[in-house]
């Protein structure tokens, strides 16, 4: 869930900062009051195309940074991104933001650090679905099926899921921590197995 946006300086927006709660939140104004353009700024962020034509005029620079509660349903997977990358500060929240630059230049960060407009679009496919027309659909993304399934099933009225889901969890986490110790100790045996070799070489020449 999006639980932060700060805008600085994209396209008619001078500065805005948001902090949202949980439930439904609704903008509203008339048109052209700049509500499509905080969406565009979300996209923005989530790995969408960042272009100069999105810096207000008269400043170089546009930026855009949103924070997120990692969802439940979906912290498995950013955290096995975030770690594979380096990158998870805080198991419950992610910082991602952009930076326009007039010149055409852009820069992506998540927690403070850059990286890739790719990896923005892998992590936001897990944060925020955006409908519309022409928009894209987190049921057309096959990798986001497993979880639209377990969150429609822990919304039913006694689903056991969630302590199903959280046992599997753990087994999960005890599994990972069995397979890296097995690794340690096959890595062991393995540098073992080349101290005997050497030892026995040095006495066969003493």
Not at 91 to 115: F, I, K, M, Q, W
């Amino acid at each position: 869930m999006l639980t932060e946006l700060h805008i600085e300086n994209f396209a008619i927006i001078e500065r805005l900062d948001v902090q949202l709660e949980p439930g439904l939140v609704t903008f509203t104004g008339e048109t052209g009051a700049g509500k499509s353009i905080i969406i565009d700024a979300v996209e923005t962020i989530l790995g969408g195309r960042a272009e100069a034509i999105q810096v207000r005029t008269g400043v170089d620079r546009a930026s855009v940074e949103g924070v997120f509660r990692i969802p439940l349903i979906s912290r498995d997977a950013i955290h096995q991104i975030l770690e594979r990358e380096e990158l998870l500060d805080d198991p419950d929240y992610v910082t991602l933001g952009r930076e326009v630059r007039l010149n055409g230049r852009n820069v992506a960060r998540v927690n403070g650090r850059s990286v890739s407009a790719g990896l923005l679009r892998e992590l936001g496919e897990y944060l925020v679905d955006v409908h519309g027309q022409s928009e894209h659909l987190t049921l057309l993304h096959v990798n986001q099926h497993l979880g639209l399934l377990d969150r429609y099933a822990a919304s039913q009225p006694g689903s056991p899921l969630p302590e199903a889901l959280g046992a599997y969890r753990r087994t999960h986490e005890r599994l990972q921590q069995v397979r890296h110790e097995l690794d340690e100790i096959r890595q062991a045996e393995r540098d073992a197995a080349r101290r005997t070799d050497m030892l026995t070489y040095q006495i066969q020449e003493i």
